[in-house]
């Protein structure tokens, strides 16, 4: 028997006249849900559930059953019928004529619509709190007056509702309207902290009875199930426990897991190995400290390299890497015996102080970023982007980033434009390619300016280079270098409409505060080479400098309102990705040890006296680049060659710049954009290195080609120069991709 149908209406003053508007919904294909065989160990929901008073029976279940079941298959199971939950109706419907609705019908709620806008849920409380009100009328014609009222005056609003996702469980939808009081959740496919947000389309309504509903009838199934398989054991936990052996001796015996256990134990006693060397101080170690810290280095880098194998998070990997390498050079590198000098603790700070400017850079710019977004500020953009072919929008978005990365810097825009795609691209897969063009493009975009790109900083900072020779000499080969790549990249992007499903709502006019939230943003990160050149301050704290600036706008904006909190910062910094920044740490500070240990100086050294030109050594440092991160490359080969040999823009300086710049995106590791993609988009390496890498070494090597093009024309000895140079940078690009690939 319905609850609604308890509290109802006096039935002579039910009229049969009603106004429904179509529901805004949004098709999804439904999971397909498949009984697996083992059960589940985690205790995660059962903790929470105990809080509230549930047993821990949940473990009876398995994975997407009883508690863990989601809201999709809530939906799917208790819908009856095309419904989903509720029934739709428009904003000036008659409460009576809703009620009457609800009543014959198998829902208990009612969403109200003002055209397609949500303006919130009309329960059976709702309708409690408005016969309270009637039955305070004065008189018999106000209490008349309040049955043909509209249902939009009594709904409690959207702005208030319980919302949870598609992938939310039984276990939150639970713990969600206990703690809010309430017996119903509306499902949506976007929700942010429990609420919806403007871009939330609805797909139906859960109570708590359609989730309890579900739970016994799963956790019934499964003790049936349990007693046909074990009719032996009489208690339910026993069988369950019996089950969980069975799953995991048939598991064992899968040759993916055995590989993976394996793996594992090969892992164990390598750690052990190492630990075990550390700790008894030996000899090998004083002798070869060097080669420990390039063995630990590699090991590394093999493990992030190879993820998904290992599966060990590359955040984890790089932060012991990072460590066993300092604890390498600083106790056994060199003059030492088992302690830090004061020099390597000076050396560490100083590491530190450099990575955790780019760290603090990063966080700042991602979180202006990710203000901008939550004020819909990218409008601005996407309004402008109306093409539904995804080549078109490639060539688009690589253009833009390679302008945009002039007068920002890469890293910056790398952020900026993997957030943009996120609501141009619906496709994953279409994604991570469209992202790794942005890679290229915004490593390819810093190289010609001054402010684009660190190593042209540096370059730019020590009076090696100076800026009109710079911009003028180096932008033509680093577009030659972009529109080679994408050339390339852009083969395989297919045409097959998806654009049409992307999640940008239609071009609208951007409401005043989105608009000063997003010029002020941009301004934000336009004035940090500004605010850099005349402070003299690194760059970081101009960044910060602009956060600080937008998180007081925003609070200025959102002051007083109720649910303003999830457009500040506070909001954009918990959607950060902490492991990112952290894996960015941990790599940076591995490369420092060896610079600081000069091991990299060793390196340029090795190239100089074994590379016949300085031309040769430049496109090696760039392919070098692709693997250890290209600041202390160029700070070892400034150490390597004087003002005094070669002069301000002389040809070596201009092509370190382009080669170092550009050769970074052959592997998604030698970049400051690569590794910030990794962490926004989770790529892999195995998946840049197949899909991108032999792209971006085309563009690479197109780009060395017309910057030796341009300046033998430019200084009149075209085929003088540029054969011989053409033909040793061929037979280098052969030997590379013997290498690489």
């Given at each position: 028997m319905k609850r609604f149908s308890q509290v109802a209406l006096l039935a002579n003053l039910i009229h049969s006249s009603s106004a429904f508007a179509p529901v805004r919904f949004v098709p999804h294909t439904p999971v397909q849900h498949q009984h697996v065989g083992s059960f589940r160990s985690s205790q995660e929901s059962c903790v929470k559930l105990n809080e509230s008073n549930f047993s821990d029976q949940c473990l009876l279940t398995p994975e997407g059953y009883g508690f863990s079941s989601t809201a999709e298959r809530i939906i799917e199971v208790s819908s009856k019928g095309d419904t989903t939950g509720y029934v739709a109706v428009k904003a000036d419907t008659r409460v009576i004529d809703v009620m009457a609705e609800i009543t014959e019908g198998d829902e208990d709620v009612a969403l109200v619509y003002d055209g397609s806008e949500l303006l919130g849920i009309f329960t059976e409380s709702d309708y409690i709190d408005f016969s309270t009100k009637r039955a305070k009328s004065a008189n018999e014609e106000e209490s008349v007056a309040f049955l043909i009222s509209a249902v939009k005056e009594f709904v409690t609003p959207a702005s208030k509702l319980v919302s949870i996702g598609l992938t939310y469980t039984a276990n939150q939808a639970i713990t969600a309207m206990q703690q809010a009081n309430v017996r119903h959740v509306v499902v949506a496919d976007d929700v942010t902290n429990f609420r919806l947000t403007e871009n939330s389309s609805v797909v139906g309504v859960i109570s708590m009875q359609d989730v309890m509903k579900q739970i016994q009838k799963d956790e019934r199934l499964s003790l049936d199930s349990l007693q046909k398989k074990f009719p032996g054991l009489k208690d339910p936990?026993?069988?369950?426990?019996?089950?969980?052996?069975?799953?995991?001796?048939?598991?064992?015996?899968?040759?993916?897991?055995?590989?993976?256990?394996?793996?594992?134990?090969?892992?164990?006693?390598?750690?052990?190995?190492?630990?075990?060397?550390?700790?008894?101080?030996?000899?090998?170690?004083?002798?070869?400290?060097?080669?420990?810290?390039?063995?630990?280095?590699?090991?590394?880098?093999?493990?992030?390299?190879?993820?998904?194998?290992?599966?060990?998070?590359?955040?984890?990997?790089?932060?012991?890497?990072?460590?066993?390498?300092?604890?390498?050079?600083?106790?056994?590198?060199?003059?030492?015996?088992?302690?830090?000098?004061?020099?390597?603790?000076?050396?560490?700070?100083?590491?530190?102080?450099?990575?955790?400017?780019?760290?603090?850079?990063?966080?700042?710019?991602?979180?202006?970023?990710?203000?901008?977004?939550?004020?819909?500020?990218?409008?601005?953009?996407?309004?402008?982007?109306?093409?539904?072919?995804?080549?078109?929008?490639?060539?688009?978005?690589?253009?833009?980033?390679?302008?945009?990365?002039?007068?920002?810097?890469?890293?910056?825009?790398?952020?900026?434009?993997?957030?943009?795609?996120?609501?141009?691209?619906?496709?994953?897969?279409?994604?991570?390619?469209?992202?790794?063009?942005?890679?290229?493009?915004?490593?390819?975009?810093?190289?010609?300016?001054?402010?684009?790109?660190?190593?042209?900083?540096?370059?730019?900072?020590?009076?090696?280079?100076?800026?009109?020779?710079?911009?003028?000499?180096?932008?033509?080969?680093?577009?030659?270098?972009?529109?080679?790549?994408?050339?390339?990249?852009?083969?395989?992007?297919?045409?097959?409409?998806?654009?049409?499903?992307?999640?940008?709502?239609?071009?609208?006019?951007?409401a005043t505060r989105g608009q000063v939230v997003f010029w002020s943003g941009i301004a934000s990160l336009l004035a940090v080479?500004?605010?850099?050149?005349?402070?003299?301050?690194?760059?970081?704290?101009?960044?910060?400098?602009?956060?600080?600036?937008?998180?007081?706008?925003?609070?200025?904006?959102?002051?007083?309102?109720?649910?303003?909190?999830?457009?500040?910062?506070?909001?954009?910094?918990?959607?950060?990705?902490?492991?990112?920044?952290?894996?960015?740490?941990?790599?940076?500070?591995?490369?420092?040890?060896?610079?600081?240990?000069?091991?990299?100086?060793?390196?340029?050294?090795?190239?100089?006296?074994?590379?016949?030109?300085?031309?040769?050594?430049?496109?090696?440092?760039?392919?070098?680049?692709?693997?250890?991160?290209?600041?202390?490359?160029?700070?070892?080969?400034?150490?390597?060659?004087?003002?005094?040999?070669?002069?301000?823009?002389?040809?070596?300086?201009?092509?370190i710049a382009l080669c170092a710049g550009t050769g970074g995106s052959i592997l998604i590791i030698g970049s400051a954009s690569g590794v910030a993609l990794m962490g926004l988009e989770k790529i892999d390496f195995l998946w840049y290195a197949k899909k991108v890498s032999v792209g971006a070494a085309v563009g690479y090597f197109a780009g060395i080609a017309t910057y030796l093009a341009q300046y033998s024309v430019l200084h009149g000895d075209l085929f003088g120069s540029i054969v011989p140079e053409a033909m040793a940078a061929v037979d280098m690009a052969g030997q590379s991709a013997n290498i690489l690939f």
């Open positions: 936990m026993s069988q369950m426990k019996e089950e969980i052996k069975s799953q995991a001796n048939e598991l064992a015996r899968d040759p993916e897991t055995a590989k993976k256990d394996l793996i594992r134990v090969g892992t164990a006693v390598l750690s052990v190995l190492i630990v075990g060397g550390f700790l008894s101080g030996s000899p090998w170690l004083y002798d070869h400290a060097d080669l420990a810290m390039i063995g630990i280095f590699i090991t590394g880098y093999l493990f992030i390299i190879l993820e998904e194998v290992f599966e060990f998070d590359k955040a984890a990997v790089a932060l012991l890497m990072s460590t066993g390498m300092w604890v390498t050079y600083a106790d056994y590198f060199g003059p030492a015996h088992n302690t830090a000098t004061s020099v390597v603790i000076d050396q560490l700070g100083e590491q530190l102080s450099e990575v955790s400017e780019i760290c603090f850079f990063l966080l700042a710019a991602s979180t202006i970023v990710e203000v901008v977004d939550a004020h819909q500020g990218f409008k601005v953009v996407t309004n402008q982007i109306t093409t539904k072919s995804k080549k078109t929008l490639f060539w688009t978005i690589g253009f833009l980033t390679f302008f945009l990365s002039a007068i920002l810097n890469n890293l910056t825009v790398t952020i900026v434009m993997v957030s943009l795609l996120k609501k141009l691209v619906p496709v994953e897969s279409d994604r991570k390619l469209f992202g790794a063009m942005v890679v290229v493009a915004a490593n390819a975009g810093g190289v010609w300016t001054p402010i684009g790109d660190v190593t042209t900083t540096m370059l730019w900072m020590n009076d090696q280079l100076s800026t009109v020779p710079t911009v003028t000499e180096l932008f033509l080969p680093s577009f030659v270098c972009l529109v080679g790549s994408l050339a390339f990249l852009v083969n395989q992007v297919e045409e097959d409409g998806s654009l049409d499903n992307s999640n940008l709502p239609e071009p609208s006019a951007l080479p500004i605010f850099a050149e005349l402070t003299h301050l690194p760059p970081y704290i101009a960044m910060l400098t602009g956060l600080g600036a937008i998180w007081t706008l925003t609070d200025i904006i959102h002051m007083g309102e109720e649910d303003g909190n999830a457009l500040k910062v506070p909001a954009a910094l918990s959607k950060l990705d902490t492991s990112g920044i952290l894996f960015f740490l941990g790599i940076l500070m591995s490369i420092g040890v060896l610079d600081k240990s000069g091991i990299l100086k060793d390196l340029a050294v090795f190239l100089n006296e074994n590379l016949p030109t300085q031309d040769i050594i430049a496109t090696v440092i760039g392919l070098a680049s692709a693997v250890i991160d290209n600041v202390p490359l160029v700070a070892a080969t400034q150490g390597m060659y004087t003002l005094t040999e070669f002069g301000t823009d002389d040809k070596l300086w201009q092509l």
